[in-house]
T-cell receptor, first 115, second 114 residues
């Protein structure tokens, strides 16, 4: 693994189903983030984690949950998917102590369609 | 509310030509401004970062400028190549170590045609 990986690459999901998007990084970054990107809108923060064991809510957290059991993994769960959660989801990580400020390294994204 | 506005929303240029993308922000306090490049189907990748005291920063054919007084930034691409076709996203940070305090612009979608 090099950098950040996300799985699945894409998914079509029936409304009401539960779905977990996976994110793994091998850079030992303390901070990780989940964003959604919709056409015409900028990236919007869903949830974040500054370090393993802690999480926080972003701009659009409703309908999503996260966990951070260890440094490398940061899964995003949709408990009961709705069509408005159709989007492209990006996971990112950063190391605020690196001297690179808050540069975020993004995964390749997961394209989710909720029908 | 903190906002980052980018213009134009989309742009088509011929290969070899120059172009300039604009970013206006109303983020306070201000820590730094980054430009990211996002290829189709990929995640964004950082191109440049500028802090309050920096006016210009180059990365190859990409040159970013910052006017902290007018809260404007631009990204100039010189001698465009087909591989420059991408979305360019302006991101402003309020706090240098807080990755959850970024404000993203909507991006400019650039298409370079042969």
């Amino acid at each position: 693994i090099a950098g950040i990986t996300q799985a699945p690459t894409s998914q079509i999901l029936a409304a009401g189903r539960r779905m977990t998007l996976r994110c793994t990084q091998d850079m030992r970054h303390n901070a990780m983030y989940w964003y959604r990107q919709d056409l015409g809108l900028g990236l919007r923060l869903i949830h974040y984690s500054n370090t393993a064991g802690t999480t926080g809510k972003g701009e659009v957290p409703d309908g999503y949950s996260v966990s951070r059991a260890n440094t490398d993994d940061f899964p995003l769960t949709l408990a009961s998917a709705v069509p408005s959660q159709t989007s492209v989801y990006f996971c990112a990580s950063s190391d605020p102590t690196s001297g690179r400020g808050n540069e975020q390294f993004f995964g390749p994204g997961t394209r989710l369609t909720v029908l | 509310k903190n906002q980052v506005e980018q213009s134009p929303q989309s742009l088509i240029i011929l290969e070899g030509k120059n172009c300039t993308l604009q970013c206006n922000y109303t983020v306070s306090p201000f820590s730094n401004l980054r430009w990211y490049k996002q290829d189709t189907g990929r995640g964004p990748v950082s191109l440049t970062i500028m802090t309050f005291s920096e006016n210009t920063k180059s990365n190859g054919r990409y040159t970013a400028t910052l006017d902290a007084d007018t809260k404007q930034s631009s990204l100039h691409i010189t001698a465009s190549q087909l591989s420059d076709s991408a979305s360019y996203i302006c991101v402003v940070s309020a706090v240098p170590w807080a990755g959850n305090m970024l404000t993203f612009g909507g991006g400019t979608r650039l298409m370079v045609k042969p």
